[in-house]
DNA sequence: TTTTTCATGATAGTATTACTATTACGAATA
DNA sequence: TATTCGTAATAGTAATACTATCATGAAAAA
């Protein structure tokens, strides 16, 4: 039995947290605690004493809790692209494959998403892009951010999946625009659902899943878009 | 010449800000210099060293900046609604009228939206708005936020717009999703336009006004998928 | 085997943050 | 004249976000 590693480049830690138990621990750990107390009551003490190391070692992988949100939703986007690229690489139509794209990050067929990570909780790192994913970009610090390449990768996803949409429709304008409001929509219609119902058609009462529900309004959106 | 005065109901703080020289100038003053400093590096000791008064005397009108940031993204939204009220009122054409309220939303015709309101500096606030509202409820606080009336206004507006995209078409059935999702992307497409323009067709460099393209981008998104 | 390197742990310290509490002052009101 | 009330001044606390130093123990190199 196989395993994939999602390897993260260099720029996005001091030293590489994949290279050691430790390292691995803090990847692992953060995850859960913060998915626990949520970006803000988070921090390197807590993290270090659920561990049992310090936060002096946790400081020697990553400079602060925002790169370290960083690279975990860089990783999720990366495992995101690799569950992509295996699921549709086979598919020709580029319809079939926007919907396969949209199944995967809605979530839905989560046995399937769920591959065997050692290390890594795919629902508490998903749960954690939901909520705190929007706040790697929405700091003053974007700029010095993005200029160190480290939103490469959800870049590459959204061009990835709008190069999908030009394949449906070469004439259609938005590709990136839609691509990337489908991507935050992916996330906020669910948020909404569990905290601000009234914001959204999607509900935890309906037998349908959550998940699905949101799969749903992006699927008939996306091809009416393009039409 | 009137003047309008946005009344903003009780829970949102401790002793209403409106009251007295100083509740306005703290809600004056915290406008610009969450713009300048964004939400993280805003405290109220900085808020109070600006004012020229003390951390313990703004406590008395905000429990917190959270709740400040409350506070804020509210007016702004009652602001918003009370636009569309003004400048929709007369249409009776529910496609003419959805038109206007992107136009509103998107910031296109600043000029209308910039009525004279003392205190208040509409274009530092919207900024605070783009960057910084999503933090109001993206914390593990929402809940208990949400069961004090907190996002009521919020949620008014969307579903004041749900019932005009119900007026043109009674069988779309997702009209607060697509509103809720429209209100966020008016948003985050303006932000991505200026930060991480791979993201997003909407460009500053065009010689068209980022708010105009996303109004554009808005305006044709809405319509069909109303059809 | 000895030495060096190196990762981690242990400990301590600093500036700042997010508050809370107490008291005092000055203006308006009774 | 006395009282109330809003605000300022000051102080204090626990926690946060780091930085620095040094000890230790294991692995790698000599």
New binding site residues.
């Given amino acids: 039995m196989s395993t994939i590693a999602i390897v993260i480049g260099e720029k996005y830690y001091n ?1 590489d947290p994949q ?5 691995k621990n803090i990847v692992s750990a953060s995850m859960e605690l913060m998915d626990e107390l949520g970006f ?7 993290l ?1 004493e659920r ?11 990553f ?4 790169k370290l949100l960083v690279y975990l939703t860089t990783w999720y986007w990366a495992w995101i692209e690799y569950v992509i690229d295996f699921r549709t690489h086979h598919i020709q139509d580029d319809e079939e494959k926007i919907r396969e794209i949209i199944k995967i990050i809605c979530h839905v067929d989560r046995d399937v998403i769920d591959i065997d990570l050692p290390g890594i909780n795919i629902s508490s790192l998903r749960r954690v892009v939901v909520s705190e994913s929007d706040k790697t970009y929405l700091t003053k610090q974007v700029d010095e951010i993005n200029n160190q390449g480290l939103f490469k990768v959800f870049k590459g996803l959204c061009h990835k999946i709008a190069m999908v949409l030009t394949g449906i429709n070469p004439n259609y304008r938005y590709p990136h625009a839609i691509a990337s409001t489908m991507l935050e929509a992916s996330h906020q219609q669910a948020f909404f659902a569990q905290h601000l119902p009234s914001l959204t058609e999607v509900s935890e009462k309906s037998n349908i899943s959550v998940e699905k529900q949101v799969y749903c309004f992006l699927e008939e959106t996306t091809f009416k878009l393009l039409k």
Avoid: C, H, M, V
């Fill in positions: 030293k290279s050691s138990d430790l390292g803000e009551q988070f921090t390197f003490r807590k270090a561990i049992k190391s310090t936060e002096a070692s946790i400081y020697r992988y400079d602060n809790k925002l």
